[in-house]
């Protein structure tokens, strides 16, 4: 058996690079489809958005392959499964932008490691321990928090965006069986494809013609969609999740940053604060399973 090799630190230095660029573009992406939710129904944005994502991927499949048998796929039923909860996913998420401040969205988001971690346990049989039990439930204080019922009483845009956060989870503890198993852009185009085909109707029944610039919106976040994707995947094929996931939350940063210069949107003390408690409790999170598998 060959000796497993530890990453060189500029290999390391590359994979937050990645992250750092995918969060970025993912941010966008969430900036872009809250000003197209002004004009468009949210079937139509999560179609055509995967129609300019999967055009995008075939052609560079096609540039760097010359052919497109690396799509070749043993989990064909894994990935259509998955796709229910992308679908879900995104909708959820894209409505809940309908509703919500940028940054707010976000922030209630982030939840998704915590329903990742105690979801692990029921579903996949993995063993959670008192620490990481300990912090889910202090990261649901900070959900809690995030949320503002005391202000305003739970608003039907955070119920979507916790939504969104639990269907997310779902769909990566499905993913697990096949680390190491599949293709990272397999998994990306299959998700994208078979959940483009399932919004399709639905899309064709809301249809409104873009504008000029509509059609830019759309285009420019299909490409904001591939390369999130895509530098993800660079980023997690050597990095570590306990390594990248402090470089997810800067997302919270840009969400407050665009929601700001475009809509003039402050985030309140309270959201700020539940979201501080619930990167607290996901960052342990990570540190303790990156110690359980070194151990």
């Keep these: 058996m060959l000796p497993i090799t530890a990453p060189t630190t500029k290999a390391l230095y590359r994979a937050m690079l990645f992250m750092a660029v995918g969060v970025f573009f993912f ?17 139509q944005i999560s179609a055509t958005s995967r129609v300019i994502t999967i055009t995008i991927m075939m052609f560079m499949i096609l540039h760097r392959h010359r052919g497109l048998h690396v799509l070749r796929t043993s989990f064909v039923r894994t990935h259509l499964m998955r796709s229910v909860l992308v679908v879900a996913t995104t909708w959820t998420f894209f409505e809940c932008l309908r509703y919500l401040e940028l940054a707010d969205a976000i922030a209630i988001a982030f939840a998704a490691p915590l329903f990742i971690t105690a979801m692990s346990g029921p579903i996949l049989g993995e063993k959670v321990g008192w620490r990481r039990w300990t912090a889910v439930l202090i990261g649901f204080v900070g959900v809690v928090v995030a949320l503002e019922p005391g202000r305003h009483g739970i608003t039907w845009g955070a119920i979507l965006a916790l939504i969104a956060a639990i269907t997310y989870a779902m769909g990566q503890i499905w993913l697990r069986p096949l680390a190491g198993r599949e293709q990272g852009h397999n998994i990306i185009f299959y998700s994208t494809l078979f959940s483009g085909l399932a919004v399709l109707g639905p ?43 402090p470089l997810e939350y800067t997302a919270l940063i840009w969400a407050g940053l665009f929601g700001y210069l475009f809509w003039g949107d402050i985030p309140t003390l309270q959201v700020i604060i539940g979201a501080v408690i619930i990167i607290c409790a996901s960052l342990y999170i990570a540190h303790r399973e990156a110690q359980k598998r070194k151990a």
């Design 27 to 43: 941010s966008v992406l969430d900036a872009l489809t809250k000003k197209l939710t002004e004009d468009y129904g949210t079937w």
């Design 203 to 245: 899309a064709i029944l809301e249809w409104q013609w873009p504008t000029p610039m509509g059609w830019v919106l759309f285009l420019a976040q299909g490409i904001c969609s591939t390369i999130a994707q895509l530098a993800m995947v660079r980023a997690f094929r050597v990095g570590e999740a306990s390594l990248l996931a």
